[in-house]
């Protein structure tokens, strides 16, 4: 008996890792809180204090700085101390990473 294949399977886009980290971005942006604090960093022209995004998305600071911890272990923003205010800032290049995943390929598209 022979067996026909339809078809041949490619190689994944990602590797292990890479698939990895992406994923625990996505994990990351998936609240909604983390999300707007993320675009209100990347609109701006540099850093924010985490009062001020507190403010912004209407959440206690502890609440925001738990937010932007989540949004620095998932290696999309930095973070730098001053005195007692914590400054962050979007990682160069992260959100492009993270743009260049979810963009499908026009040839992906089925109409």
Do not use: N
């Amino acid at each position: 008996m022979r067996t026909t294949v339809c078809c041949t399977p490619g190689e994944p886009a990602l590797e292990r890792e890479e698939a990895e980290r992406m994923a625990a971005r996505l994990k990351a942006v998936a609240e909604p809180s983390r999300l707007r604090m993320l675009s209100m960093l990347a609109a701006a022209d540099g850093e924010i204090c985490v009062c001020d995004l507190a403010d912004a998305i209407e959440v206690s600071q502890p609440t925001a700085s738990h937010h932007a911890k989540v949004l620095v272990s998932a290696g999309l923003v930095e973070r730098e101390q001053r005195g007692k205010w914590a400054f962050y800032r979007v990682v160069p290049g992260a959100l492009d990473e993270l743009g260049a995943l979810l963009r499908v390929p026009a040839t992906a598209v089925v109409e």
